[in-house]
């Protein structure tokens, strides 16, 4: 059993991710340092002209002290921000080096999911999947970023910073698991009504596993054998669930929706919304917009009978 991570910069499980928190504690220590020197000084003028109202009567001295004041003042800031400046710019050329031979990764935004493929030459050794990356332990994992509906942006916390999805425009985020686990992300970019829950999670696993995972998501759906199973696939092709979703080795090849071939495997559904389990995904293919209001998927209304049969069937698409 993998651990469990929920998203957080402080805790980084990866090479990018640590390069960034000396930065991120540099710039919280000293604009903190810097903010409490303002807000004390600010405070003790303030004091200290109530008690002596004579305090700021104009004198040569005076003005002499507020000018070496203001200058010691500015010259401290620039020094500081170029002290930042030098800081970030290294961090950023450390973290836009490109690797050798990553693992290349494909993930489009979408209102309000994440679309995944895995390229390869061989088309029929391409993989599809929604909402989850499975990466291997200790090896650079390029993702490519698009979108076709609007801008989204890519946060696996522990692992980088935010990478936006811009349509039109393909960007790129190198990310690196130095240990096993699974890491949630969360799209950063406000994209409409559903962007809080378009979440996914990025599961880590030791070479060896990866490869068996990505094996069995390159298999088309096993045909359901009991016919319980048998009658939900009816179900599913007959309904309007065909209309949007592609299985793998049946005629459903609609991109619309997440791709469902492998959809027991996964850890959640409704992007990262809900546990995938049997009783959460009949809630959801029955009314999921009381789940994500202004989801893109309509109520689905079944017959208690084909319910039954459609989640025996969703279960067997291990
Ligand atoms: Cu996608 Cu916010």
Same mark, same amino acid.
């Given at each position: 059993?993998?651990?469990?991570?929920?998203?957080?910069?402080?805790?980084?499980?990866?090479?990018?991710?640590?390069?960034?928190?000396?930065l991120w504690w540099f710039m919280i220590i000293v604009s903190t340092t810097v903010y409490v020197i303002v807000i004390a000084t600010l405070?003790?003028?303030?004091?200290?002209?109530?008690?002596?109202?004579?305090?700021?009567?104009? +004198?040569?001295?005076?003005? *002499?002290?507020?000018?070496?004041?203001? @200058?010691?003042?500015?010259?401290?800031?620039? /020094? %500081? #921000?170029?002290?930042?400046?030098?800081?970030?710019?290294?961090t950023h050329r450390a973290l836009a080096a490109m690797p050798v031979a990553p693992l290349e990764v494909h993930v489009s935004g979408r209102q309000w999911w994440w679309h995944i493929e895995y390229p390869? +030459?061989?088309?029929?050794? *391409?993989?599809?999947?929604?909402?989850? @990356?499975?990466?291997?332990?200790?090896?650079? /994992? %390029? #993702?490519?970023?698009?979108?076709?509906?609007?801008?989204?942006?890519?946060?696996?916390?522990?692992l980088n910073g935010k990478k936006d999805l811009v349509p039109g425009h393909e960007n790129a985020l190198v990310i690196q698991a130095d240990r096993p686990g699974k890491f949630r992300a969360?799209?950063?970019?406000?994209?409409?009504?559903?962007?809080?829950?378009?979440?996914?999670w990025v599961v880590a696993e030791p070479p060896a596993e990866f490869e068996a995972w990505l094996d069995a998501q390159r298999r088309p759906a096993t045909p359901p054998t009991d016919s319980l199973a048998r009658?939900?696939?009816?179900?599913f092709l007959t309904r309007t669930c065909v209309m949007c979703h592609a299985i793998g080795g049946t005629p459903a090849g609609s991109r619309f929706g997440p791709d469902l071939t492998h959809l027991a495997s996964r850890l959640t559904i409704a992007?990262?919304?809900?546990?995938?389990?049997?009783?959460?995904?009949?809630?959801?293919?029955?009314?999921?917009?009381?789940?994500?209001?202004?989801?893109?998927?309509p109520p689905n209304p079944l017959p208690p009978g084909e319910l039954q049969a459609l989640l025996a069937y969703l279960e067997t698409l291990r």
């Amino acid at each position: 059993m993998i651990a469990q991570f929920p998203q957080h910069v402080l805790e980084p499980a990866g090479r990018e991710a640590a390069r960034h928190l000396p930065l991120w504690w540099f710039m919280i220590i000293v604009s903190t340092t810097v903010y409490v020197i303002v807000i004390a000084t600010l405070l003790y003028a303030t004091l200290r002209r109530r008690q002596e109202p004579a305090a700021d009567e104009a +004198t040569p001295e005076r003005h *002499r002290r507020a000018a070496r004041g203001i @200058i010691g003042a500015t010259a401290v800031t620039v /020094v %500081l #921000l170029l002290v930042f400046l030098v800081f970030d710019f290294t961090t950023h050329r450390a973290l836009a080096a490109m690797p050798v031979a990553p693992l290349e990764v494909h993930v489009s935004g979408r209102q309000w999911w994440w679309h995944i493929e895995y390229p390869d +030459t061989v088309p029929q050794r *391409r993989v599809t999947t929604a909402n989850e @990356i499975h990466i291997p332990v200790g090896r650079p /994992v %390029l #993702l490519k970023l698009t979108s076709p509906d609007v801008i989204h942006s890519f946060w696996a916390p522990n692992l980088n910073g935010k990478k936006d999805l811009v349509p039109g425009h393909e960007n790129a985020l190198v990310i690196q698991a130095d240990r096993p686990g699974k890491f949630r992300a969360q799209c950063a970019e406000f994209c409409g009504h559903q962007h809080a829950k378009m979440a996914l999670w990025v599961v880590a696993e030791p070479p060896a596993e990866f490869e068996a995972w990505l094996d069995a998501q390159r298999r088309p759906a096993t045909p359901p054998t009991d016919s319980l199973a048998r009658l939900g696939q009816q179900v599913f092709l007959t309904r309007t669930c065909v209309m949007c979703h592609a299985i793998g080795g049946t005629p459903a090849g609609s991109r619309f929706g997440p791709d469902l071939t492998h959809l027991a495997s996964r850890l959640t559904i409704a992007a990262g919304t809900l546990p995938n389990t049997p009783g959460h995904l009949a809630g959801w293919i029955t009314d999921p917009q009381r789940i994500k209001p202004g989801v893109r998927m309509p109520p689905n209304p079944l017959p208690p009978g084909e319910l039954q049969a459609l989640l025996a069937y969703l279960e067997t698409l291990r």
